[in-house]
């Protein structure tokens, strides 16, 4: 267990499967999804990227078993990109960390980008969109269907932050989002790059009451519709 800085030199030591959790404020939820992915894949390597977080988020990380580096500036997009600029391995999976996605299901999403080359496989929350507010609901449907007709691919879920991408695949991809525009702005890369997507249906949980959602709807949803019109 090691807290790395922000300012870490270089790319960490190449690894087989290595999970990059994005947090901010996440201690209620943090520390049992990290023991939980332990439990379910004892030899991926876990990084919690922790941006910001004001409570025990990075401690309770550690305490089960995470590496933690600390993030001190940007969003969402910021961290994601920081992390697999840092995190080498041949296969990464992206969550986050308010255990609203099930660690279940990593096994199965791994498996199938092992089987498909040049592929990022992304958890559909198609099935559970009970768990999501009015609001995000309407969004992800809005941001869905202009990805659909942006790309012609039958996409459900554009906004599911759930994903596993190979090392081929990401060593292509040029990313510049700093917020949750970082979502869609993969899927484009990834097509854009020759690619593919598969979805795989995924539950949805909704959030602990402890915790809040860091997507401010309008001012996030402006920033993802942007990306898209460009």
Same mark, same amino acid.
């Given at each position: 267990?090691? %807290?790395?800085?922000?300012?870490?030199?270089?790319?960490?030591?190449?690894?087989?499967?290595?999970?990059?959790?994005?947090?901010?404020?996440?201690?209620?939820?943090?520390?049992?999804?990290?023991?939980?992915?332990?439990?379910?894949?004892?030899?991926?390597?876990? *990084?919690?990227?922790?941006?910001?977080? !004001?409570?025990?988020?990075?401690?309770?990380?550690?305490?089960?078993?995470?590496?933690? @580096?600390?993030?001190?500036?940007?969003?969402?997009?910021?961290? @994601?990109?920081?992390?697999? !600029?840092?995190?080498?391995?041949?296969?990464?999976? $992206? @969550?986050?960390?308010d255990a609203t996605y099930p660690v279940s299901d990593m096994p199965r999403l791994l498996a199938l980008a092992r089987n498909h080359q040049d592929t990022m496989v992304v958890g559909s929350r198609i099935t559970s969109l009970q768990s999501m507010t009015l609001i995000r609901k309407i969004g992800n449907w809005i941001f869905t269907y202009l990805l659909k007709v942006r790309t012609g691919e039958?996409?459900?879920?554009?906004?599911?932050?759930?994903?596993?991408?190979?090392?081929?695949?990401?060593?292509?991809?040029?990313? !510049?989002?700093?917020?949750?525009?970082?979502? %869609?702005? $993969?899927?484009?890369?990834?097509?854009?790059?020759?690619?593919?997507? @598969?979805?795989?249906?995924?539950?949805?949980?909704?959030?602990?009451?402890? !915790?809040?959602?860091?997507?401010?709807?309008?001012?996030?949803? *402006?920033?993802?519709?942007?990306?898209?019109?460009?």
């Amino acid at each position: 267990m090691q %807290v790395m800085g922000a300012d870490t030199s270089g790319a960490l030591p190449s690894v087989e499967l290595a999970v990059i959790i994005a947090c901010r404020n996440e201690g209620p939820t943090i520390g049992k999804m990290v023991a939980e992915i332990r439990r379910t894949i004892p030899q991926i390597q876990i *990084w919690v990227f922790d941006n910001l977080s !004001t409570d025990n988020t990075a401690s309770a990380a550690l305490e089960n078993g995470a590496q933690v @580096i600390p993030i001190n500036s940007g969003g969402k997009g910021f961290v @994601i990109r920081s992390g697999l !600029t840092l995190v080498r391995a041949e296969y990464v999976v $992206l @969550i986050d960390g308010d255990a609203t996605y099930p660690v279940s299901d990593m096994p199965r999403l791994l498996a199938l980008a092992r089987n498909h080359q040049d592929t990022m496989v992304v958890g559909s929350r198609i099935t559970s969109l009970q768990s999501m507010t009015l609001i995000r609901k309407i969004g992800n449907w809005i941001f869905t269907y202009l990805l659909k007709v942006r790309t012609g691919e039958k996409l459900t879920d554009a906004l599911s932050g759930y994903r596993v991408l190979p090392r081929s695949l990401i060593d292509k991809l040029h990313l !510049t989002a700093n917020g949750f525009e970082i979502e %869609v702005e $993969l899927i484009l890369e990834v097509f854009r790059n020759g690619g593919k997507i @598969i979805e795989v249906p995924v539950a949805y949980y909704a959030r602990e009451k402890t !915790t809040h959602s860091k997507l401010h709807a309008f001012r996030d949803g *402006w920033s993802i519709l942007l990306r898209i019109v460009r």
